[in-house]
């Protein structure tokens, strides 16, 4: 609004006003206006609050009255001024006054004068631009009904320019984090510039932005829908169990405790499933399993006496995550479930043992026990029997990486000294290595004396992932010390000797020696600064174990080993003086899939929570990164070329100058589809390439002081792809999941780069705070350009949701599901298509519980375990199929919604009336017995039936006009016609053979008496490759003349009436024929007749199949007539 001046500077800046104008009031214009406000008393100004209606026109009265007397206003004013603040009234006078919000349309409408004879269309003379603007505002279904419109609109619409920007303007994204009033700011002064490219997982294989588009908004309306899915009833009928339909199940847990671990199986692509639960509750240490279909749980894990103290409980007083005095490491019990395999529990206490127990067994065992075994020159530490706390877990949730390893690797522990420890979930008899269930098969020390507090590992990993050296497991100590494994261990071979007790630990010692950790150098410890020189040593050192490959002496390895013992036996206050950065409490998320284009970019990001007093949240982004040696100097420096390289010579200079070879090869980003397939016989890693990690900030957002309590990162079926392995870059591999759109394209429409795919191959992770915040960041973001500084990345979508703090996250590429500590759990769209909740999945609990839980808080004791909040969240992989379970309290919610509007838009076939198992495809259900239901069914039914009728008779039109399958009628016909031209053609062959054995035979009288004609029909004898040319000349200028030859002449038809066949006789040489005669009759006599017989018999059928043969390649009809009449006359085969 406008600044008001106060009558003081009415009166300085501004020339007296004429009583009458006061007195008059203003009609029309905004000046009058502003000089009535601004008579207005000086204690509705001070006061800031509006004058009262008819203030301004007493004022002006009074005004007036003391203008027409003087005397009476000198009576009534006083004779010293009332103060005034005159700093305030200058900054009055210097603010601008913001601009309002424009309220009037886009585009305004102008009515123009056209002839009555015009008959053109003014749409027709706008822009495609402006074409496109305008039908970006329509709905989905309506977007696609415009290209019926014209010619013109269908091209518009059948482009993805239309489809992008209806989808940017539906989906907002990242810019729904812009306040509206700087966006029509920046909007005015032309600053914005709305990239219409969002960043998101895409929902289907071969997506496109119609595609998205549509499925999008479909499954979102499905789910805030919550229509149940209709299960056919022969599956809870065979199964023998009563199945529930509704669309949400709720059920107890069987636990004693709130259940904060939780896992899923839903089966993958075309096996869909119905899925099994498994939940555990680490406070006490109790796993089980059920059915959420049927609510039924199983008895597996319910008689298990196992049950552990924690931490707190056993130590009370002693501070946790090795802060306080630092003498001793300590933290809550961790837990990891797998559906598949069973459950693993670690123990935060000194003693750290581990226990596991599989699925098909009713009592567990402890495993990786430490020991005081220890062997310095073979590369063995003593760990002592408390070996230190377990901080973390990991069991396989498939068995992607036990059959990888030969069965080696299928549990992950990482102890508070540093050690890391691998065992396995057991090998059947057809490995070569028989391994025991449980057995320790590997260890290896990363950071002796500091914990190792979160594993990751690669559930998508592969056989081609591990020809590109990609990473396939992850661990992070308290100190932020990321290390990294590209290789599988492999078993060693040791005998045992004289180690017959000790002999498994020796042999893991020496399994872990097979392959080496890696770490990521900008993560590596900082040392803490030491002006005077107190510490003893540097705080950036630390050692680990080595590996084979170093080829380190005995004594090098004893050293080693010895170093490693002192550092084991430090204790945190120690690492605390000397390093920074001590936090146990720090979070991972690695994103396995993110790709470079030179099979390497994975991400990991480690979340620094802030939960300590003193503390900042921060959360830095590690990128593997591989880049070209060539491609690094070309950003200072020209290349330089070195004497010794290889020249070549210009084919466009005519001096013949020698061009050194100094062009750069195309960026490894732009990778072609052709080589996302690795090849066999050649690595894909090159010599050329050098590893690089890149650093990146995360970046906040709006709110300041942030705690983070919990973070997710995407799992859907596509987001877990690499790029040699993304269906849409080059159709590597078929599609997990089914797609609509799965059908083969040109090459033309393929993307050629990751930013050419709906959504660029993004993957969301999310981090929930203290506060009731949820902060989503694309972890596959542009990293920095260089490895020195580090790049920023801001949040793409923030989320404030009613819950006073987040316990538990979970997200697909479709929405993200939020559970709250007081119980709320909502379903949100990532990509802020609407500012409030699609739809919520439980709803909070009533306001004496969330009371309750206000005054724990406010305790010195604390929350302890709440029963109120939700523990865990579990969703299908696959992000159109909505259903998903959560866990409130030691309650089970699981839920399953119907998708039929996306499938329906998935095939345009005629739908099932009994779907799939596990299917969303749900058929069509009678609702009621009423006559008027059935009769609309049954009609319904038979026009389908008439409709695909319809169309088996056209398809049956098409192929019989194309390849003429209905000449013969039914298939009987047609084999009883097949079997009549075989007799008969049989027939014709039998009868030919022997006209032809009649005719040789009285050739062979005519010109010898002595061979039978039984002899000269043996077709067995071969012919003497030693027979000279000329008399096989004469041999057949003799049958011309013989008196035979009037049965095969040009007088006679028999032959052309029998084979139907061409024959052509070639010109005989006058000169030779009388000396060839006399030579071929002497030779006639000769005992060599039998052969002749041969091969005037050999020389007949060669001319017929010559002749046969160019008879089928002149044929101009592409099927021949299928019943020919031998002897009417007619045909190619006559000679004239």
Known sequence: MQSEPTPASQNTLSPKVAPEALATTPQHGLQDHHQQLSLLPHQFEEQGEPAPPGAAEQHASRESSRDRDPDATARLSPTNPSPRNRITEYENALVQTPKKRHQGPAFEVIKSTRKPDDKSCPIAKLPNEVLTHALSHLSPHDLAAVSLVSKRFNGLVTTPHAWREAFSRYFPGSTALVDEDVRLAMEETGDNFRYEKRAFTRLSALSSWRSEY???????????????????????????????????????????????????????????RVPRLIHGADDVGMCTSSDPTTTKVDPWGQSDPNFYAQFSERFPGTAEWGLGSGEVIGQPNVMDVSQQYGMIYGQGCL??????????????????????????????????????????????????????????????????????????????????????????????????????????????????????????????????????????????????????????????????????????????RTARPDPYNDVEMDGSYSPRSSWDGMCLSNDQVMAETKEIQKFIARKPKDFRKMCLGWDMRRRLEVDFAGDDGNYAGEAMVVFECGLEEGDIAKLTRFTRWKTRDDAKGSITSTPVVPQGASQTTSLFSESGGATPETSQQRPSTNRMRSSSYASENSSPERASLVEEWRMSDLALGGPKIVQIATTALDCSTFATMTMSEDPALGFSTTSTASSPYASP?????????????????????????KTGEVLLWDVRAPVSRSAEYPNSVQPVRIIYTQSPEISCLALTALHIVIGGYDGLVQAWDPLASDTKPVRTLHSRHATRARRRIQQAQASVQGVGVNMYAAGAIVLDPDPTVLRGAVSVGNQIRYWSYSSSAADQYKSSKRRLRHSERGSNNAGERVVGATRLNLKNYIDDEKHELERDTVERRKRADRLAGRFGIDLLGSEEEALAYATMLSQETMQMDEAKRRESESSFATSSDTVTHEPSAAQSSSPTMAIDPELDADIAEAIRLSLQDSPATGMYGSGSSALDDEWDIPVKYAKGKKSGSPTRASRAGGVSGSSNDKEMDELEFALQLSLAEEASRKEVEAVDDAFPPLSPLAGSGKGKGKVA
């Open 745 to 769: 394209m040109s090459m033309a429409s393929q993307p050629a780069s990751p930013s050419d795919i709906p959504g660029q191959r993004a993957r969301f992770v999310a981090a929930g705070t």
């Open 351 to 524: 003693e750290g043992s581990c226990y596991y127990r599989a699925t098909d067994e009713q009592r567990g065992r402890f495993i990786a026990e430490p020991t005081d075994f220890s062997l310095p020159e073979a590369g063995v530490p003593k760990l002592g029997i408390d070996g230190g706390a377990i901080c973390s877990v990991w069991i396989a949730k498939s068995n992607v990486i036990p059959n990888l390893t030969d069965g080696l690797v299928g549990l992950l522990m990482g102890s508070a000294a540093g050690v890391v420890s691998a065992c396995s979930l057991g090998t059947d008899g057809l490995r070569g290595n028989r391994v025991q269930r449980g057995e320790l098969v590997a260890r290896w020390v990363l950071s002796p004396g500091v914990p190792i507090i979160a594993i990751a590992v690669d559930e998508s990993y592969s056989l081609k992932r591990q020809a590109q050296n990609r990473i396939w497991a992850v661990t992070l100590n308290a100190l932020g010390e990321l290390f990294y494994l590209t290789k599988f261990p492999t078993r060693s071979q040791a005998p045992k000797g004289q180690l017959n007790e000790d002999h498994t630990e020796y042999l893991a010692w020496l399994t872990g020696r097979s392959v080496y950790w890696n770490i990521v150098e900008p993560s590596r």
């Open 214 to 272: 549509i499925l999008r908004t479909r499954l979102l309306r499905s789910l805030a829908r919550g229509k149940p899915v209709q299960v056919p009833s022969t599956t809870a009928s065979r199964s023998g169990q009563s199945q529930n339909n509704g669309p949400v199940n709720m059920y107890h847990a069987c636990t004693f405790t709130t259940v904060n671990h939780l896992h899923a199986t839903f089966g993958t692509g075309l096996n869909k």
